[in-house]
């Protein structure tokens, strides 16, 4: 049954992908970077200055992943204008760690990463690689990263060792951002203090996807949790990975907002 389950869901997928291949991408916004501010990029890559320090998590900037056509225009003309400090990788799937975009990266940022794909990182050019794990923290003389662990499969194709996903909490100068990767529900982040959580709303259908991933109402339950000021969604609206439609994660975002779910466009600039 899960075989025939699968199929039916690929069918589906395919089919909702290859109905936008002929339809003009969404516009977005081309706001820019200041200091204490996140600029979202599509997906669950966000651009953060914190203290005028740039980090950069998860980033893709392809206009096809795969067979899969971005939705939304990219906010960025070309990432290799801007000199990025810290990369943050949360897990090893392609819509995660995308190799032709991380090419495009200055190779002296400091990346952290997840167990597995240091070797493949060190061969794209980069020098200062950490692989961290859950409770590892990172830390010189601008920034503090402490690694979660986010509740969701690592490995690359679904085959082999089943590595770790990390959530990141970002600290510089007093202010405190919190990234949370691709989760399903979990209790990790309970009590966990931030100014802003970064959190991910989308990929929730089929309903069997909630082992790996949130549902808005589990993302903004996540967050309730914590004790973190303002939840910004992210992981949505920029790629067709699941079966649900952007229009129902923005209802039911609109529908839990109590007024503190920052929702923004693709390219908008969020101060924090």
Known sequence: MAFFSNINFLYKLTKKNISYYNKPRENCLYDTLSKDSIIWLGHATVL?????????????FCNYLGYMKRLVKLPIDDIRNLHIDYVLLSHGHTDHIHLPSLKKINKDAVVLTPKGYKHVLSLLGFKNIHRVLAGDVFSDEYIKITTLKAEHDGRRYYVGNNYASNSYLIEANKKK????????????????????ALMPVGCYIPERFSVMHCSPEESFKMFKQMNSKIMLPIHYKTFILSLEDSKDTYNRLDKLNDGSIKVIDIGQRFNF
Request: glycine share 4%; charged share 20%.
């Open 48 to 60: 953060i200055n914190v203290n005028n320090k740039i980090i950069l998590t998860d980033p893709v």
């Open 177 to 196: 951002i919190f990234y949370a990767g691709d989760t399903a529900y979990t209790e990790e982040f309970n009590n966990l203090e931030s100014d802003l």
